[in-house]
């Protein structure tokens, strides 16, 4: 299967639709059973590999994404991040703004980003990941995309002001954004990821609306795709039926689109590029009952998907055997 995925994401024709993913998708079950503490995964490189490989290990979904946040490059640009130590399943999270607005980040983004926060950190996980399972599963390298790193790192209320006062500023940043992302997510590829997944959350078209994607976002994720030297998969949330004429612009391979997309409309909109999705995180995987998931899984593949992906992270929580059955192996 992997080299089947790897097929796929290099453009080459298969004869399935193979159910894998490029974003986060680590269990409780699995980090229990592996003897890990959901806060320590993300600052200990053998035991964010362990975590990142114990869902394929324990349901044979053949994929694997390191890391497992999306707050690493927030943090090589100086953000000090929040890793929830009481015990909570809370994902790391930006604990103050580095800045007010985006006029702050002209000319200030650091050089040698591969020695700053975790980056170093999470590439000797990947490579850990990639000894470990990286001949049988496809591992992804997933960083955040331009415009959702910005409002990690910026007041949001100013941003916004400034899109419309000044949107050159804006732009500028964002082009210097997506240099620093290609830079991480070229060393993950050169660590063993075997592609990278672009997860532009806050700045999908779903959220801000295609007139401020096409203004702000879309040159930047060309940029980054241009930049990155393997396969890509850039992912949007929220309703995006209507722009994805626009993400086939952004010079990924794939997109991946969640579950409030209709896929038959999307596939019909992409010609030339893959499209990933879209079975409902929350309300099938982690919810649902059984002939919900298989039901959600061949209504994707009747609607033309090339991979079956969740429509975005996983929870924590969602059942082992659930994603046993979105792969076909229960």
Same mark, same amino acid.
């Given at each position: 299967? +992997?080299?089947?995925?790897?097929?796929?994401?290099?453009?080459?024709?298969?004869?399935? $639709?193979?159910?894998?993913?490029?974003?986060?998708?680590?269990?409780?079950?699995?980090?229990?059973?592996?003897?890990?503490?959901?806060?320590?995964?993300?600052?200990?490189?053998?035991?964010? =590999?362990?975590?990142?490989?114990?869902?394929?290990? %324990?349901?044979?979904?053949?994929?694997?994404? %390191?890391?497992?946040?999306?707050?690493?490059?927030?943090?090589?640009?100086?953000?000090?991040?929040?890793?929830?130590?009481? @015990?909570?399943?809370?994902? !790391?999270?930006?604990?103050?703004? %580095?800045? /007010?607005?985006?006029?702050?980040?002209?000319?200030? *983004?650091?050089?040698?980003?591969? $020695?700053?926060?975790?980056?170093?950190?999470?590439?000797? =996980?990947?490579?850990?990941?990639?000894?470990?399972?990286?001949? /049988?599963?496809?591992?992804?390298?997933?960083? !955040? @995309?331009?415009?959702?790193?910005?409002?990690?790192?910026?007041?949001?209320?100013? *941003?916004?002001?400034?899109?419309?006062?000044?949107?050159?500023?804006?732009?500028?940043?964002?082009?210097?954004?997506?240099?620093?992302?290609?830079?991480?997510?070229?060393?993950?590829?050169?660590?063993?990821?075997?592609?990278?997944?672009?997860? /532009?959350?806050?700045?999908? !078209?779903?959220?801000? @609306?295609?007139?401020?994607?096409? /203004?702000?976002?879309?040159?930047?994720?060309?940029?980054?795709?241009?930049?990155?030297?393997?396969?890509?998969? %850039?992912?949007?949330?929220?309703?995006?039926?209507?722009?994805?004429?626009?993400?086939?612009?952004?010079? =990924?391979?794939?997109?991946?689109?969640? $579950?409030?997309?209709?896929?038959?409309?999307?596939?019909?909109?992409?010609?030339?590029?893959?499209?990933?999705?879209?079975?409902?995180?929350?309300?099938? *995987? #982690?919810?649902?009952?059984?002939? $919900?998931?298989?039901?959600?899984?061949? #209504?994707?593949?009747?609607?033309?998907?090339?991979?079956?992906?969740?429509?975005?992270?996983?929870?924590?929580?969602?059942?082992?055997?659930?994603?046993?059955?979105?792969? @076909? +192996?229960?």
């Amino acid at each position: 299967m +992997r080299e089947t995925i790897l097929d796929l994401l290099n453009r080459k024709k298969i004869t399935i $639709q193979p159910a894998f993913s490029g974003l986060i998708h680590i269990t409780a079950e699995g980090l229990e059973l592996e003897g890990l503490v959901f806060h320590e995964i993300h600052k200990d490189a053998e035991k964010m =590999a362990r975590a990142a490989a114990s869902t394929f290990k %324990l349901t044979g979904i053949p994929s694997a994404t %390191l890391p497992l946040d999306l707050c690493a490059p927030a943090e090589a640009l100086g953000s000090e991040l929040f890793f929830y130590e009481d @015990g909570e399943f809370q994902f !790391p999270q930006v604990k103050k703004l %580095l800045f /007010e607005s985006t006029s702050q980040m002209k000319n200030l *983004l650091p050089t040698e980003v591969r $020695q700053r926060g975790r980056i170093s950190l999470i590439c000797k =996980a990947i490579e850990l990941l990639k000894k470990d399972i990286g001949n /049988e599963a496809v591992i992804s390298g997933l960083i !955040p @995309g331009p415009y959702t790193l910005l409002i990690y790192v910026c007041k949001v209320q100013n *941003l916004f002001h400034e899109m419309k006062k000044e949107p050159a500023v804006v732009q500028n940043v964002l082009l210097e954004l997506s240099n620093f992302l290609a830079d991480i997510g070229n060393a993950y590829l050169e660590a063993g990821a075997d592609f990278i997944t672009v997860h /532009e959350m806050g700045g999908s !078209p779903g959220f801000i @609306g295609p007139a401020k994607f096409e /203004e702000f976002v879309l040159n930047p994720l060309k940029a980054l795709h241009g930049k990155l030297n393997g396969p890509k998969v %850039l992912s949007v949330c929220g309703n995006t039926n209507s722009s994805m004429h626009l993400l086939a612009q952004c010079g =990924a391979d794939a997109i991946s689109v969640d $579950q409030l997309n209709d896929l038959a409309a999307s596939r019909a909109m992409l010609k030339d590029v893959l499209l990933f999705g879209n079975i409902d995180p929350v309300a099938a *995987l #982690s919810r649902g009952e059984n002939t $919900q998931i298989t039901e959600a899984v061949l #209504s994707a593949k009747e609607a033309g998907v090339d991979a079956i992906w969740p429509g975005c992270d996983l929870v924590v929580q969602t059942p082992l055997k659930n994603i046993k059955l979105m792969t @076909g +192996r229960q």
